[in-house]
């Protein structure tokens, strides 16, 4: 009777001391997914531009394409010249007396389609430039999904290292107690002070990859105060429904866009083969005689070397390197999505396993353990042993919830049209 009293006021402590989610003080506000989102400038809702350096320079990107657009729709200004000739010569041609004063002006004609070609070829700049600051949001959205979904797996395995070191440590003090009575040899004492140190050690390391977690995630939107903390509950991420690799994806828009840009670039390096007219007209003044008379005149270049035949080939080449770029990103394209859902669906079928079948087995194993070990069944050892079985579980647990977590983000930042 006083075997089962005494295993029974062990065991009170044990059992506080092995409970998953010990009660703590949760004062502090914790940082949502949505919230941080929201501080980096992604979230769907927002209304004004973001102040992310990571956002500002893809806008200023499209903003200076857009106004190359408006300087390709400029026309050649015109030029106005003015000339005097038979100044201070010698003879007839001393002084001013018989200079002559012309003003004329002329403007240059562009043919082949120069302007056309111009302002097509900007505008598909600004569309390469407009789809490529769509994908930066969308790959900085992925990016602080998998840090959130990060910071929360460092939190939950710090609440797990807190949790072992607990238990390790009421064991230790159980094991010094039991080495006092004489009801254990020493040797269970220092095996329990050794685990109790090497817990506590985990326990360190798992705050500091915390803290770093939550850092990196803050980095993204440029804060530099103390990183918020984040629930060590993980968020529900899903993925598209239907995710399919469809021309609207961005990646492959962004690719088209490019060849498209690069083909468009062709006709304005063909168009500038060209050679554009030049007409002027002017008065010209006769000081002598203090007459006056008009001319007209018209130049063109002889196009006998250079044709701009080199920019054309070189406008070739890039779209031909384009349409590669296009073929190869559609490839890795579809072969992203079917490794990323296969991997989805084996991370949620894991999760759905561990949580719905291995952890409640684990536990239901562990109280089994505690009754027959106050009953005096089971030796503190099978205790231990349950204990550290139903953590594994919860870490194989953190780990697939993270890979399921991190893989949602990922088919969401491919789904992005």
């Known amino acids: 009777m006083f075997a089962i009293i005494w295993r029974g006021a062990l065991f009170a402590g044990l059992s506080l001391a092995v409970l998953p989610g010990a009660v703590r003080a949760q004062d502090r506000a914790v940082l949502t997914l949505d919230e941080a989102l929201a501080r980096a400038g992604v979230d769907e809702s927002a209304q004004v531009q973001s102040d992310n350096p990571r956002l500002i320079g893809p806008q200023a990107e499209t903003d200076a394409a857009r106004a190359l657009i408006d300087q390709a729709r400029l026309r050649p200004n015109p030029e106005l010249a003015f000339e005097a000739e038979n100044i201070a010569g010698s003879g007839a041609f001393s002084g001013l007396q018989a200079t002559e004063y012309t003003l004329s002006l002329s403007q240059r004609l562009e043919l082949g389609g120069k302007r056309g070609a111009r302002i097509r070829s900007a505008e598909a700049e600004a569309r390469v430039a407009m789809l490529s600051g769509e994908?930066?949001?969308?790959?900085?959205?992925?990016?602080?999904?998998?840090?959130?979904?990060?910071?929360?797996?460092?939190?939950?395995?710090?609440?797990?290292?807190r949790d072992v070191v607990e238990r390790n440590r009421e064991l230790a003090r159980i094991a010094g107690l039991l080495v006092e009575v004489g009801r254990e040899p020493p040797?269970?004492?220092?095996?329990?002070?050794?685990?109790?140190?090497?817990?506590?050690?985990?326990?360190?390391?798992?705050?500091?990859?915390?803290i770093a977690a939550r850092s990196a995630l803050v980095a993204l939107w440029g804060e530099t105060s103390p990183p918020p903390d984040?629930?060590?509950?993980?968020?529900?991420?899903?993925?598209?429904?239907?995710?399919?690799a469809s021309p609207s994806a961005l990646r492959l828009q962004v690719a088209r866009a490019e060849r498209e840009a690069a083909d468009a670039a062709i006709?304005?390096?063909?168009?500038?083969?060209?050679?554009?007219?030049?007409?002027?007209?002017?008065?010209?003044?006769?000081?002598?005689?203090?007459?006056?008379?008009?001319?007209?005149?018209?130049?063109?270049?002889?196009?006998?070397?250079?044709?701009?035949?080199?920019?054309?080939?070189?406008?070739?080449?890039?779209?031909?390197?384009?349409?590669?770029?296009?073929?190869?990103?559609?490839?890795?394209?579809?072969?992203?999505v079917t490794q990323a859902r296969g991997r989805f669906l084996a991370a949620e079928a894991r999760v759905e396993t561990l949580s719905q079948t291995s952890l409640p087995q684990a536990e239901e194993a562990l109280r089994l353990v505690r009754?027959?070990?106050?009953?005096?069944?089971?030796?503190?050892?099978?205790?231990?042993?349950?204990?550290?079985?139903?953590?594994?579980?919860?870490?194989?647990?953190?780990?697939a919830q993270e890979d399921r977590g991190r893989l949602a983000a990922q088919l969401i930042w491919l789904g992005a049209q």
């Open 230 to 244: 984040v629930p060590s509950a993980f968020p529900g991420i899903e993925p598209p429904a239907m995710l399919l």
């Open 187 to 210: 040797l269970r004492s220092l095996r329990a002070e050794a685990a109790l140190a090497e817990a506590e050690a985990e326990f360190e390391a798992a705050r500091a990859s915390e």
């Open 267 to 336: 006709d304005r390096e063909r168009s500038l083969g060209v050679p554009d007219p030049a007409i002027s007209a002017g008065v010209r003044r006769f000081e002598e005689s203090r007459d006056q008379a008009f001319l007209v005149g018209v130049s063109i270049p002889l196009p006998f070397r250079n044709r701009n035949q080199g920019n054309i080939a070189a406008a070739e080449a890039r779209f031909r390197a384009a349409s590669a770029r296009e073929a190869v990103a559609r490839a890795d394209f579809e072969l992203e």
């Open 135 to 161: 994908l930066s949001v969308a790959e900085l959205s992925r990016m602080v999904r998998e840090r959130y979904i990060e910071a929360v797996a460092s939190a939950a395995r710090l609440e797990l290292a």
């Open 371 to 399: 009754i027959g070990y106050r009953n005096g069944r089971f030796p503190l050892i099978e205790v231990l042993a349950a204990a550290e079985a139903r953590d594994a579980i919860r870490e194989a647990l953190i780990q």
